[in-house]
C-alpha cells in the first residue's frame, strides 16, 4: 500500500504544501492560499495532479506506475470541513497537455 500525505502551513505571507509520498518530502511554496485544490488522476499515464482549482496552476505532480486499484481517502487533522466534488470536467490545462 503506497500513501501521499499532503499538509499545508500557513505561514506570515505565503502557504507551504508539503507532499509526503513513499518517504520522500517534497515542498511547494505559494503566496495565494487556492479556496479549492483539484485532484487529476490519469491512472494510466501514471501521474497524479494537484491544482489550483480557480487558476489551474499545478502545485504538485506525482509519477507513479499504478498496477493495483487506487483508492482514495480523505481525512483532516483539525475540526473542519471537507467537500469533495466528483465528476467534474477536467481543466483545460489537462485536456491538451
Not at 500500500?1 to 506570515?12: A, D, E, H, M, Q
Given at each position: 500500500?503506497?500513501?501521499?500525505?499532503?499538509?499545508?502551513?500557513?505561514?506570515?505571507c505565503s502557504f507551504l504544501y508539503r507532499f509526503l509520498h513513499t518517504g520522500v518530502v517534497s515542498d511547494v511554496r505559494v503566496t495565494e492560499h487556492p479556496a479549492r485544490i483539484g485532484i487529476l488522476l490519469d491512472y494510466n499515464a501514471g501521474r497524479l495532479l494537484f491544482f489550483n482549482a480557480e487558476r489551474g496552476l499545478v502545485l504538485f505532480t506525482i509519477r507513479h506506475k499504478f498496477t493495483d486499484?487506487?483508492?482514495p481517502a480523505f481525512a483532516l487533522e483539525k475540526a473542519g470541513a471537507l467537500t469533495l466534488h466528483t465528476g467534474m470536467e477536467p481543466p483545460e490545462f489537462v485536456k491538451y497537455g
Open positions: 500500500t503506497r500513501r501521499l500525505t499532503v499538509f499545508c502551513l500557513p505561514f506570515s486499484a487506487a483508492y
